[in-house]
């Protein structure tokens, strides 16, 4: 029996040995290699730019090099899901959007769970979306527009640049309330170049790829989906200043790691990130993109992702939205 017993505890200390060899020894200086930050969609949107800008301030403060690796698919869940399984050593970083929130109710199964596997540390930033119209639409506010779509049923419709993304369920919430047809495109310019062709009148649309198409007038900026105006586009209403509520939606870029990775870690990461933020050149560019620095605490940020995975389910739900 003890011989047993003790093979029995070698067959587990051996099982357990790979994973464990991955982590820091206590005390070990982090980092002491280069680090993989993920981004689980192509190069150039707005999340590889933020990636990117953090990889480089992090890589000058930490003296080792953070490099970003772009594994677009499944709408974010291949990389997701392999980061997930990912050793929780500090090594291999995810950067999120707000697909992490939204797929979990729009696909039937996820190789990952976004609460039980990961581990929050912030909410970057966070970029409001936005009602665009085409300039020959004859309405200038949110609420001449709700008036102009009731008073044409079925002849309005919107583009959307990805199905499950924040601004369609943003324009599948409006839709419910005033009526329109959702008009799906593979990607925000190409729902945008729709509008500006008056092919689909109404754009839902986040704010980086429409700011300039309605700073040059090829868009009408209807209102802007947020609780205050933005930097960006300050002469562009809210919707609650039009008296529509709840129609509030961001799209957000966040970074989490693999769940069980070192709180000293984590905690590293998140005053980094902030520090970085805070620097005025970095604010400015994250503004440019049409990005508000946030910067929050992995707490405040594991409750938002909370929040936002309630709330938008429940959207996806009602709306019979299903990506498999």
């Keep these: 029996m003890e011989a047993a017993a003790r093979a029995l505890a070698i067959g587990a200390a051996l099982l357990l040995a790979p994973r464990a060899a991955t982590l820091p020894a206590p005390g070990a200086a982090y980092p002491t ?9 192509a190069a150039a949107g707005p999340t590889d730019v933020i990636a990117r800008i953090l990889a480089q301030k992090l890589s000058e403060a ?3 090099q953070i490099y970003t690796e772009n594994m677009p698919g499944a709408g974010g869940n291949t990389a997701t899901g392999m980061v997930a399984r990912a050793p929780p050593d500090g090594y291999t970083i995810l950067v999120v959007s707000t697909g992490f929130m939204v797929n979990p109710s729009m696909y039937a199964r996820l190789p990952f769970d976004p609460i039980k596997d990961f581990a929050p540390i912030t909410l970057v930033a ?4 936005v009602i665009s119209t085409h300039p020959a639409v004859p309405a200038k506010t949110l609420r001449d527009l709700i008036d102009l779509i009731k008073a044409n049923p079925g002849k309005y419709s919107f583009a959307q640049p990805a ?9 599948e919430l409006f839709k419910q309330k005033y009526g329109l047809v959702t008009v799906p495109f593979n990607g925000a310019g190409l729902a945008i170049n729709s509008t500006i062709g008056g092919h689909t009148p109404i754009a839902f649309t986040a704010l980086p790829p429409a700011m300039s198409n309605i700073k040059q007038g090829k868009l009408k900026g209807i209102a802007v989906l947020a609780s205050k105006r933005v930097t960006a586009l300050p002469d562009v209403p809210t919707n609650l200043e039009a008296g529509i509520p709840d129609l509030e939606s961001d799209t957000l870029t966040g970074i ?5 990775t070192p709180q000293d870690t984590i905690t590293r990461w998140h005053s980094e990130v902030v520090r970085t ?39 996806v739900r009602e709306a019979n939205i299903r990506a498999d």
């Design 33 to 41: 290699h280069p680090i993989r930050l993920i981004v689980p969609y």
């Design 62 to 64: 930490w003296g080792q």
């Design 126 to 129: 966070a970029s409001p979306n």
């Design 163 to 171: 199905t499950g993304s924040t601004p369609h369920l943003a324009g």
């Design 256 to 260: 989490v790691a693999p769940a069980g």
């Design 277 to 315: 933020v805070a620097i005025p050149e970095i604010r400015e560019r994250l503004e440019t993109l049409g990005f508000a620095p946030v910067a929050n605490t992995p707490q405040e940020f594991g409750e938002r992702l909370r929040t936002e995975i309630a709330r938008w389910g429940k959207v």
